[in-house]
């Protein structure tokens, strides 16, 4: 059974960094991709960076790019996404989320919905 498990999440002042964990587990094939959304109060859902762990590929919204990346550990287990020069819009509820049968990340990926998805860690930037 695939799980994943959030942490990091918490609150930070705007202009400050943090950085969130995926723990992925469950899935032995190499084709799959990890992606971190966010949703906020009253907001959609929104798409923010994928990687292919044991890939090259990864992708950032235009919203994070330039603020914010995503890379894995070596094994590919763990997917960790570095949020720097954060804003009060990135406040959301994060959530990892991970796609199987993929070895391309890509915006129209992340809106053809995902596999598994993890229960969400908190982010609240104060201004």
């Known amino acids: 059974e695939v799980q994943l498990v959030e942490s990091g999440g918490g609150l930070v002042q705007a202009g400050g960094s943090l950085r969130l964990s995926c723990a992925a587990s469950?899935?032995?094939?190499?084709?799959?991709?990890i992606a971190w959304f966010r949703q906020a109060p009253g907001k959609e859902r929104e798409g923010v960076s994928c990687?292919?762990?044991?890939?090259?590929?990864?992708w950032h919204a235009d919203s994070v790019k330039g603020r914010f990346t995503i890379f894995s550990d070596n094994a590919g287990n763990t997917v960790y996404l570095q949020m720097n020069s954060l804003k009060p819009e990135d406040t959301a509820v994060y959530y990892c989320?991970?796609?199987?049968?993929?070895?391309?990340?890509?915006?129209?990926?992340?809106?053809?919905?995902?596999?598994?998805w993890g229960k969400g860690t908190p982010v609240t930037v104060s201004s």
């Open positions: 989320t991970l796609d199987r049968f993929v070895t391309y990340c890509s915006g129209l990926l992340l809106l053809g919905g995902m596999d598994y």
């Open positions: 990687i292919i762990p044991r890939g090259n590929s990864t």
């Open positions: 469950g899935y032995t094939r190499d084709d799959y991709a």
